[in-house]
Protein backbone atom coordinates (compact mmCIF):
# COMPACT_ATOMS: atom_id res chain seq x y z
CA UNK A 1 0.00 0.00 0.00
CA UNK A 2 3.09 2.48 0.17
CA UNK A 3 3.36 1.97 -3.35
CA UNK A 4 -0.23 2.98 -4.05
CA UNK A 5 0.51 6.19 -1.53
CA UNK A 6 3.44 7.53 -3.94
CA UNK A 7 1.50 6.74 -7.03
CA UNK A 8 -1.67 9.19 -5.38
CA UNK A 9 1.01 11.21 -4.13
CA UNK A 10 2.65 11.76 -7.66
CA UNK A 11 -0.28 11.75 -9.36
CA UNK A 12 -1.48 14.91 -7.20
CA UNK A 13 1.72 16.51 -7.68
CA UNK A 14 1.54 16.03 -11.51
CA UNK A 15 -2.20 17.19 -11.48
CA UNK A 16 -0.67 20.59 -9.31
CA UNK A 17 2.34 21.04 -11.41
CA UNK A 18 0.56 21.48 -15.08
CA UNK A 19 -2.13 23.77 -12.96
CA UNK A 20 0.52 26.03 -12.43
CA UNK A 21 1.62 25.32 -16.04
CA UNK A 22 -1.36 26.71 -17.63
CA UNK A 23 -1.27 29.56 -15.14
CA UNK A 24 2.00 30.82 -16.20
CA UNK A 25 1.29 30.27 -20.12
CA UNK A 26 -1.47 32.06 -20.03
CA UNK A 27 -0.17 34.81 -17.52
CA UNK A 28 2.54 35.29 -19.69
CA UNK A 29 0.60 35.33 -22.99
CA UNK A 30 1.40 32.20 -24.65
CA UNK A 31 0.33 31.69 -27.78
CA UNK A 32 -3.10 29.27 -27.28
CA UNK A 33 -2.96 27.99 -31.06
CA UNK A 34 0.18 26.39 -30.33
CA UNK A 35 -0.02 22.58 -29.60
CA UNK A 36 1.72 22.36 -26.73
CA UNK A 37 0.03 25.49 -25.17
CA UNK A 38 -3.47 23.76 -26.46
CA UNK A 39 -2.84 20.78 -24.80
CA UNK A 40 -1.90 22.01 -21.53
CA UNK A 41 -5.12 24.18 -21.74
CA UNK A 42 -6.30 20.96 -22.82
CA UNK A 43 -5.98 19.07 -20.14
CA UNK A 44 -6.16 22.05 -17.48
CA UNK A 45 -9.73 22.82 -18.48
CA UNK A 46 -11.96 19.70 -16.79
CA UNK A 47 -9.60 19.97 -13.86
CA UNK A 48 -10.18 23.84 -12.91
CA UNK A 49 -13.43 24.28 -14.59
CA UNK A 50 -15.35 23.71 -10.56
CA UNK A 51 -13.23 26.62 -9.37
CA UNK A 52 -13.37 28.67 -12.41
CA UNK A 53 -16.21 31.21 -11.07
CA UNK A 54 -15.03 31.12 -7.40
CA UNK A 55 -13.37 34.43 -7.40
CA UNK A 56 -14.90 37.07 -10.47
CA UNK A 57 -12.09 39.56 -10.54
CA UNK A 58 -11.73 42.85 -12.89
CA UNK A 59 -8.39 41.22 -14.71
CA UNK A 60 -8.70 38.24 -16.46
CA UNK A 61 -5.15 36.97 -15.75
CA UNK A 62 -5.13 37.62 -12.61
CA UNK A 63 -8.60 35.98 -12.44
CA UNK A 64 -7.24 32.81 -13.80
CA UNK A 65 -3.93 32.92 -11.97
CA UNK A 66 -6.19 33.36 -8.71
CA UNK A 67 -8.81 30.73 -9.66
CA UNK A 68 -6.09 28.16 -11.30
CA UNK A 69 -4.04 28.48 -7.89
CA UNK A 70 -6.53 27.74 -5.78
CA UNK A 71 -7.15 24.20 -7.55
CA UNK A 72 -3.48 23.41 -7.78
CA UNK A 73 -3.33 23.64 -3.96
CA UNK A 74 -6.31 21.79 -3.57
CA UNK A 75 -5.42 19.05 -5.71
CA UNK A 76 -2.33 18.82 -4.11
CA UNK A 77 -3.38 19.30 -0.47
CA UNK A 78 -5.86 16.56 -1.09
CA UNK A 79 -3.24 14.58 -2.53
CA UNK A 80 -1.09 14.66 0.10
CA UNK A 81 -3.77 13.94 2.58
CA UNK A 82 -4.71 10.93 0.58
CA UNK A 83 -1.19 9.62 -0.10
CA UNK A 84 -0.61 10.01 3.92
CA UNK A 85 -4.17 8.08 5.00
CA UNK A 86 -3.07 5.48 2.67
CA UNK A 87 0.34 5.07 4.14
CA UNK A 88 -0.43 5.13 7.57
CA UNK A 89 -2.81 2.24 6.85
CA UNK A 90 0.12 0.56 5.35
CA UNK A 91 2.45 0.99 8.06
CA UNK A 92 -0.46 0.07 10.95
CA UNK A 93 -1.55 -2.81 8.63
CA UNK A 94 2.44 -3.97 9.38
CA UNK A 95 1.84 -4.55 13.16
CA UNK A 96 3.44 -2.97 16.18
CA UNK A 97 6.61 -4.82 15.87
CA UNK A 98 8.10 -2.38 12.82
CA UNK A 99 11.83 -2.84 12.08
CA UNK A 100 13.53 -0.25 11.76
CA UNK A 101 16.48 1.00 9.83
CA UNK A 102 19.10 2.12 12.02
CA UNK A 103 20.48 5.81 12.29
CA UNK A 104 23.76 6.60 10.70
Known sequence: ???L???VKLAATLVAGI???GILLHVLGANASSGVVKLVYDIDR???SPFDTLFNLRNAKVQIA???GIAAAVYALAGGLLARLLAGAALAGRGTYVRRR???
Do not use: D, H, Q, Y
Open 1 to 3: MLI
Open 5 to 7: ARM
Open 19 to 21: IVL
Open 46 to 48: PLV
Open 66 to 68: VNW
Open 102 to 104: PVV
